[in-house]
């Protein structure tokens, strides 16, 4: 049987900022641990502040992951965040701390196609592919499983996927773009839905963004790809 385990982020709730990523088994009962945490730590001096005006951490799961590979993926979402701009508490690089963790590769080739389908190059593991096109693992993943359209103007999918398994036709679903704080493209979702699914994020966080309503989501900016 194929176990899981989570990786979640915790969020301030004052500002949406992730200030913490960890690994669970047990969404609730890690949270209630982290509130009752007493040792002296930025992530429980920052918790500490919060519950003195009533307040507590938002637990949101970044990604559902193999538990024999939880250790790369906890090591990865914190190096991502970081390199985002994100001000973390995590004490450590992850991976209980282990620097000199052996992070497991995940073994599935990456293939990638222009828009005329026809195959570029394939890749021995999303590791490769993220390195030689310089692209975020997250989205790269998510564009494999269809969450995203394109990344950097190709077209991605695992091998032995089909080109054509993900149907983006839905002519009722509005584009959108996702980009940084200096309007640079990051990436193209075919819907709100599949946004949220890639950044593990509730829909009105995004579509406040898009209405004008909020400036931005997490350090990005949303757009509607009709109107830009």
């Not at 799961?61 to 990865?76: A, S």
């Amino acid at each position: 049987m194929i176990k899981y385990t989570y990786i979640y982020s915790l969020i301030d709730p004052r500002n949406g900022d992730i200030r913490y990523i960890g690994k669970t088994n047990n969404t609730k009962l890690r949270l209630s641990n982290h509130l009752v945490e007493k040792h002296k730590t930025y992530k429980v001096n920052w918790i500490k502040s919060l519950k003195k005006i009533n307040l507590k951490p938002i637990l949101e799961i970044l990604d559902k992951v193999l538990i024999e590979d939880w250790q790369f993926w906890e090591q990865h979402y914190i190096s991502l965040y970081k390199s985002w701009g994100f001000k973390l508490t995590n004490s450590t690089n992850g991976g209980d701390g282990n620097k000199s963790v052996n992070l497991v590769k995940l073994r599935k080739r990456i293939c990638k196609y222009d828009f005329n389908k026809t195959l570029i190059e394939c890749y021995g593991s999303l590791t490769e592919a993220s390195l030689k096109n310089n692209v975020k693992m997250s989205h790269l993943s998510s564009c494999c499983r269809g969450n995203i359209n394109t990344l950097n103007g190709f077209i991605w999918r695992y091998e032995n996927d089909s080109i054509d398994k993900y149907n983006f036709e839905n002519k009722k679903a509005r584009k959108i773009y996702q980009k940084d704080l200096n309007g640079n493209l990051i990436c193209e979702y075919k819907s709100i839905s599949n946004a949220c699914k890639a950044l593990k994020c509730k829909p009105s966080s995004i579509s406040r963004v898009l209405c004008k309503k909020r400036k931005k989501f997490r350090k990005f900016i949303f757009e509607y790809k009709d109107i830009v």
